[in-house]
């Protein structure tokens, strides 16, 4: 079966909504809960979200393309805090909106509350001069203590996103597909295979249908990071005890049989 033109299908059957109708969705300061699945069961949930979603348009697409690169020092502080589960935990990154051309700096704070705030400034390119002249030092400086002379660019990323909004407009849900990771370290490469993150991003607990689409298709909470993932997915060096149970459900998820580095001594 071709799942991802079934995706396509019933993608297309929801009604749009436009950038300037989400002006008031930003969320910015969040909880999100993520959910880890595959292709076939996205299928089944664009048919279960008919009449209940609107699906962002922009410029007549309903699919974005995204390419993130990730920051941290030579001693990766940034993946170390996720790792070892610390709170509050930063990420430091770059994301251009591909279709659209527009770049941003971006640092993503996770309290211990569970809530995600982001902070970002428009930046010319990805290219480090461009965003150190956009004032991207001082940016990054007072958020997390660092600078450019600190950090080095460690993975990169590029997927495609679909984005949907609840009717009442309280809520924002992303699905990541044909995730592609490159580590500038190891200059390794890897695919994602059939796997989709959906990222459910609102302001408090308000209600929710998409969580009664989900436990029907039974597909459960699951934290993922893509930096982290694709990190240990392409540096053997790194440590990794918790995320191999992650690569572990992914490889099950999927059907694709992900290579699980060793972890270093």
């Not at 995706?7 to 930003?26: A, T, Y």
């Not at 690169?69 to 790792?83: K, N, Q, V």
């Not at 704070?109 to 809530?115: A, D, F, L, W």
């Not at 990169?156 to 990541?176: H, M, P, S």
């Amino acid at each position: 079966m071709n799942f991802d033109q079934n995706i396509q299908e019933w993608l297309g059957l929801l009604s749009p909504i436009s950038l300037d109708d989400m002006s008031g969705i930003k969320l910015m300061n969040r909880t999100d809960t993520k959910f880890v699945t595959n292709k076939r069961k996205l299928s089944e949930l664009l048919e279960l979200a008919q009449g209940q979603y609107f699906a962002q348009q922009i410029d007549g697409q309903r699919i974005a393309n995204y390419r993130t690169t990730y920051w941290d020092t030579p001693s990766h502080r940034f993946f170390l805090e996720h790792h070892n589960a610390r709170a509050p935990r930063q990420k430091i990154r770059v994301r251009t909106y591909l279709d659209s051309n527009l770049t941003f700096l971006e640092v993503k704070t996770k309290n211990n509350h569970g809530r995600t705030k982001k902070k970002r400034i428009t930046v010319p390119s990805q290219e480090r001069q461009d965003v150190v002249d956009a004032g991207g030092t001082p940016f990054i400086q007072g958020l997390t203590g660092a600078t450019f002379d600190d950090i080095i660019p460690t993975v990169q990323n590029q997927f495609q996103r679909i984005t949907l909004v609840n009717y009442g407009k309280t809520e924002r849900l992303t699905i990541d597909f044909n995730v592609h990771f490159h580590n500038f370290e190891t200059v390794r490469d890897e695919g994602t295979g059939e796997l989709v993150i959906i990222e459910l991003k609102r302001d408090g607990n308000v209600f929710s249908p998409v969580l009664d689409i989900l436990r029907q298709l039974r597909i459960k909470p699951s934290g993922f990071s893509k930096y982290c993932i694709g990190s240990v997915m392409t540096n053997d060096k790194l440590k990794n005890n918790l995320f191999k149970p992650k690569l572990v459900r992914i490889s099950k998820y999927t059907g694709t049989d992900f290579r699980l580095p060793q972890p270093s001594l």
